[in-house]
């Protein structure tokens, strides 16, 4: 697994960002699409229909997206991770602390709340005290998954030793990698 000075061995083309509700890999895949004008692609917008309904366009819209010679998107959703593992040459890991990425999603939540914010497809964030009666909300979400990354992605290392794994510990590793290794690629 690479670090944030590790240099990569090519310029990417297609390119997973990993991490835990909160951890900031939208962000990062749209920093990265920018910097290497690679398409980003946002998976919440691909699957969240009107009304948090999963859209019937969903794994066609995936397919082709992995089908592309060129993209940036979030590894999420079941059906979409082992395709863009599948395809991707560089996985990006954004592994934050917990704590971090719990008051990111926190705060994120009640903004989004409080402003009533559009998301996908029109969705807004339900109201605040949904969180003690949906298990799917965003924060019990981001609670109960915390861990999965710490198993899924040695996974993908085992299955494809050949894909660059780059795991980001901190924010400063994020800017520092997107600094030193990424920009120059541009």
Not at 29 to 58: N, Q, S, V
């Amino acid at each position: 697994m690479l670090t944030a000075t590790d240099p990569l061995p090519y310029r990417p083309r297609r390119v997973a960002v990993a991490g835990v509700s909160g951890s900031g890999k939208s962000t990062l895949a749209a920093r990265i699409g920018e910097l290497l004008g690679l398409p980003h692609t946002e998976m919440d917008g691909l699957h969240h229909g009107p009304g948090w309904t999963k859209r019937p366009e969903f794994e066609a819209d995936v397919d082709a997206v992995v089908a592309a010679d060129s993209w940036v998107c979030e590894w999420q959703y079941d059906y979409a991770r082992p395709l863009l593992t599948r395809h991707a040459d560089l996985m990006v890991w954004v592994d934050l602390p917990f704590p971090l990425t719990l008051s990111r999603v926190v705060r994120r939540t009640l903004r989004r709340r409080l402003r009533r914010e559009e998301l996908w497809n029109g969705n807004q964030e339900g109201p605040l005290w949904h969180f003690f009666t949906d298990d799917e909300h965003i924060v019990r979400w981001a609670i109960s998954t915390r861990n999965l990354y710490d198993e899924r992605v040695p996974v993908v290392a085992a299955e494809r030793p050949e894909l660059p794994i780059v795991r980001l510990r901190s924010t400063r590793d994020v800017d520092r990698w997107v600094h030193d290794v990424v920009e120059p690629l541009a």
